[in-house]
Each structure stands twice: as C-alpha cells, then as structure tokens.
Nanobody
C-alpha cells in the first residue's frame, strides 16, 4: 500500500510559480513510477508529468519548458515545480503512484488532490 498526500497548491497570479509536493508512505516508493495529473471541471483528468524510479521524465506538451517533476527517494517525496503559470493551468492537481510502471494510464494509488488557481 502507498498513501499519497499532496500540498503546495494555492492562488497565484499569471506568470508566477508554485511547487507541489507529494509525500508518500509505504515501502515501494523508490521503485514506483510517480505522476501528476490535473482535472478541470467538465473535462477528463489529464497527465501533466511522470517520473520513473530511475529518474526518466516526460511531460504533457502544454507544460513542457514550464513544469519540472522530480523526486527525492530518501524523503519519499515527489515534486512538481510549476513556473510561468497560466490561467489555463487552473485545476485540481493529483499525485499518483504505481509500482507496475502504469502510472501514465492506470495508477494504482492516488492522492486527495490540491487546488491550483491562476488568476489573470
């Protein structure tokens, strides 16, 4: 079992930055693939970024060059640094984890979500 708790969301002006954190409990964090998703009301949840256990990363086209995903296995924590935020980044952001390598499609574990609001 892995429990995920996100923090760091909030209200920021366009062009600003936020860093989301995802604290994980459980013994499989270091071998789990981690991901950040977001959901806007009325739309499908979308994958924003993912990071493998060895550090390989990939991003949605909409956030490339602005967002950075990272992980600290010693702290069992995954981060999403969000820079140059835009109003269209407004969403609930969810941390996800999977120990089968399926975080991009069917994550086994989810956090409760944290609201990010970007004002224009």
């Amino acid at each position: 079992q892995v429990q995920l708790v996100e923090s760091g969301g909030g209200l920021v002006q366009a062009g600003g930055s936020l860093r989301l954190s995802c604290a994980a409990s459980g013994r499989t964090f270091s071998t789990s693939t981690m991901g950040w998703f977001r959901r806007v009301p009325g739309k499908e949840r979308e994958l924003v970024a993912a990071i493998g256990w060895s550090g390989g990363v990939d991003y949605a086209d909409s956030v490339k060059g602005r967002f950075t995903i990272s992980r600290d296995n010693a702290k069992n924590t995954c981060y999403l640094q969000m820079n140059s935020l835009k109003p269209e980044d407004t969403a609930v952001y969810y941390c996800a984890a999977d120990d089968r390598g399926l975080v991009r499609t069917t994550p086994r574990y989810w956090g409760q979500g944290t609201q990010v609001t970007v004002s224009s």
